[in-house]
Every structure is written in C-alpha cells, then in structure tokens.
C-alpha cells in the first residue's frame, strides 16, 4: 500500500513511520488490518443503520464490534510491547511526535471510543433486564391479587 500515489497509500506511508510493522507484511498487523477490514468495517456501518432506526439489535452487535476493536488494539499494542521489551525490536522512529502522536494517541482513540460504546451497551442492556424484571414482578403481584379476590 505504501508504494501507491493515493491519498490512501500516501497515508499508510506517514503513518508506517510510526510502525514499521506496516511496511514488513508483519503477519500479526495483516492479520489484524483483514479483521478490521473484513469484519469490524462492515459490521461497524450495520451498527450505525441499526442506531439510526433505533432496531433492537444494536446493543448487541455494538458491544460485540466494540469489544473486538478494543481487544484488538490491546493485541496491537501488547505485540508491539513485547517485541520491543523482549526482543529489543522498535517498530517506531526516535522522534516522540510519531510515538505520541501517531502510534499512541491515533490507536488510544480505538480504546476510548469503543469503550465509551461498550459501556453504553452494557448499560442499556442492564437497564433492559431491569425493566423486564420490575414488568415480571409487577405481573406477579397481580396475579395473586386477583387470586385472592
């Protein structure tokens, strides 16, 4: 990708000078970056239809693709780590502006955001069972009431 003269390919360049790995065929980034485009891609443009149309599956499969892109960069991140640490291999150039800035501030965003829409599922889905909850009691009661009468 980085030898294209697209903005695309352009991109993937400025961005390899912050991982290297993207310009290697690192197995574990092509593997990674076919998931994201494959899987978390598509399924992320079915969530936000199902946000727009309010459809009652979107908890759901927003945690589900919130998750997998939060373990994912987790993965990215640990891997990185590792070979850093354990094998004392730097995917990233010296200067801080491409760790900070491009490494680790553009990947924190794909821990933040799904994050924020990871929690928001959970709790819309507590609050789901919660309601049917309060309904299956209140049901309940009722019943023993005409019972009784």
Known sequence: MAGMPDLFGQMWKEYSWSDSRYLTSDAFVLCMETVTAFLWGP???????????????????????????????????????FDHYYKGITY??????????????????????????????FAATARAFQAQERESKRQQLNGSVKKSS
């Not at 309010?54 to 640990?78: E, N, T």
């Not at 502006?97 to 933040?112: D, E, K």
Request: aromatic letters at 24%; charged letters at 5%; glycine letters at 8%.
């Open 43 to 81: 399924l992320s443009w079915c969530v936000a239809l199902m946000v727009t149309s309010q459809h009652p599956l979107r908890h759901p499969l927003q945690g589900l693709v919130s998750l997998g892109q939060i373990y994912g960069d987790v993965l990215y991140f640990a891997t990185s780590m």
């Open 92 to 121: 990233c150039r010296p200067e801080a502006y491409y760790f900070w800035g491009y490494y680790f501030f553009l990947n924190f965003i794909w821990i933040v955001i799904p994050g924020y829409f990871l929690y928001d599922s």
